[in-house]
């Protein structure tokens, strides 16, 4: 079973920066993509960005150029550098890890809460 421990969430002005680490441990065969969702209050939760094992990233058309997601192999962690936040970017945010070869599970941190408000 692969645990995922999420962390950096917190409150921060408009143009304010945040940075997500999202740890994975466990009974892990090999680690797939990586990735960050987010949901907002009555709203569907969505894709914020996606690393691939060799660092091909892919990111929600709202956060480009503003937000970077980046990985540590050797520490099988995920991270999410979110600058020039703004208000519409509060959410919870969820660590998402596909584990697996030939096959694959998907995994989902318990979530961390980013508030951007003045």
């Known amino acids: 079973q692969v645990q995922l421990v999420e962390s950096g969430g917190g409150s921060v002005q408009p143009g304010g920066s945040l940075r997500l680490s999202c740890a994975a441990s466990?009974?892990?065969?090999?680690?797939?993509?990586m990735g960050w969702y987010r949901q907002a209050p009555g709203k569907q939760r969505q894709m914020v960005a996606i690393?691939?094992?060799?660092?091909?990233?892919h990111y929600a058309d709202s956060v480009k150029g503003r937000f970077t997601i980046s990985r540590d192999n050797a520490k099988n962690t995920v991270y999410l550098q979110m600058n020039s936040l703004k208000l519409e970017d509060t959410a919870i945010y969820y660590c998402?890890?596909?584990?697996?070869?030939?096959?694959?599970?998907?995994?989902w941190g318990q979530g961390t809460q980013v508030t951007v408000s003045s």
């Open positions: 466990g009974g892990m065969i090999s680690i797939d993509n």
């Open positions: 998402n890890v596909r584990v697996g070869l030939a096959t694959y599970t998907t995994y």
């Open positions: 690393i691939s094992p060799s660092r091909i990233t």
